[in-house]
């Protein structure tokens, strides 16, 4: 199991350029989040899916666009990026709540973008 | 709302003593909490969770509602023990998102 993957692992964009971030996981988890990180604020979320086809807004949600269109994949897309949008962005996912005492989210490795 | 909160944004403490990272949390209900880490140039991975009351590379944690805390604690500390420490909370059996605390760097001392 190759759990969390996140493509690219870095990434250089110029301010107004466009693109998306790809989350991927083989377990089969219904619930998939991303997150950014940045210093001194800790983790925020970004947007999250509680299923293939659902999307729901995080704490930080402006400027940024999901789509959950597979169950194994969370897309975050960047219109026009800017230099706030400097971070670290990272996935996780997890099983559904269900009274799941096991609850936890596991993260991918996380993708570090710079804009210029 | 809920509410995680870490005093402190590092933590400096010598290889031995013992190490105390807060955390307090603004919630009404019944939360869930949890302690993440994060090592240099990793994911950030499960620590702990309140609920299973389990001691993880001798790390523990316990909930007190009447202080809304949750401080890790750990007797001796460790070099390796360097690293970000999240806090985090889920709101209840229904609510199918955490929130994480702004972190604490700890910086184990030689």
């Known amino acids: 199991n190759a759990g969390v993957t996140q493509t690219p692992k870095f990434r250089v964009l110029k301010t107004g350029q466009s693109m998306t971030l790809l989350c991927a996981q083989d377990?089969?988890?219904?619930?998939m989040y991303w997150y950014r990180q940045d210093p001194g604020m800790g983790l925020r979320l970004i947007h999250y899916s509680v299923g293939e086809g659902t999307t729901a807004k995080g704490e930080v949600p402006d400027g940024y666009n999901v789509s959950r269109l597979k169950k194994q994949n969370f897309l975050l897309g960047l219109e026009s990026a800017a230099p706030s949008q400097t971070s670290v962005y990272f996935c996780a996912s997890s099983y559904s709540l269900a009274g799941n005492r096991g609850w936890e989210q596991f993260f991918g490795p996380g993708t570090r973008l710079t804009v210029l | 709302a809920q509410r995680v909160t870490q005093p402190e944004k590092l933590l400096s403490v010598f290889k031995g003593a013992p190490v105390e990272l807060k955390c307090n949390y603004s919630?009404?209900?019944?939360?869930?909490l949890f302690w993440y880490v994060q090592y240099s140039r990793q994911r950030l991975q499960l620590l702990l969770r309140h609920i299973s009351r389990e001691s993880i590379k001798g790390f523990t944690a316990d909930l007190n509602k009447g202080e809304t805390s949750f401080h890790l604690k750990k007797p001796f500390a460790q070099e390796e023990d360097s690293a970000m420490y999240y806090c985090a909370l889920r709101g209840g059996d229904r609510d199918d998102k955490i929130i994480f605390g702004k972190g604490t760097r700890l910086h184990i001392l030689p």
């Open positions: 377990m089969n988890h219904e619930y």
């Open positions: 919630y009404s209900g019944s939360p869930e």
